[in-house]
């Protein structure tokens, strides 16, 4: 759904970057989601972690796209404390990190804040 909402804002973002580990829930995200991306010129980027050959490679990959800067908005959706943490790290100065996962009271991630 934050995907969809990105893609259909009236100022939309210039490129929107996905990431799962369901190959099947990164698949049905390309069939619906790519032609809206293409329609309104913006680059949607999907990737699956597990495709990679390492942690550090994954993180490489996400780095070039950002840019280097990092990202104005990450989005995490699982309630996990190492997700939120890894994260993180990504976020652009200024940015803004939205938690929407569901996180059990009482779980803690460490984050430089």
Known sequence: MHV???LEMARPPAAILATDVSAERLASMEKKFRPLAEKNSIC???LNPKDFDSPEDFEKAVRKFSGAVGFDDVVVLAPLAVVIEQSAPFLASGGI???FAGVPLGTMAGLDL
């Open 97 to 99: 990190m939205n938690i």
């Open 44 to 46: 949607l980027e999907i």
């Open 4 to 6: 969809q909402r990105s």
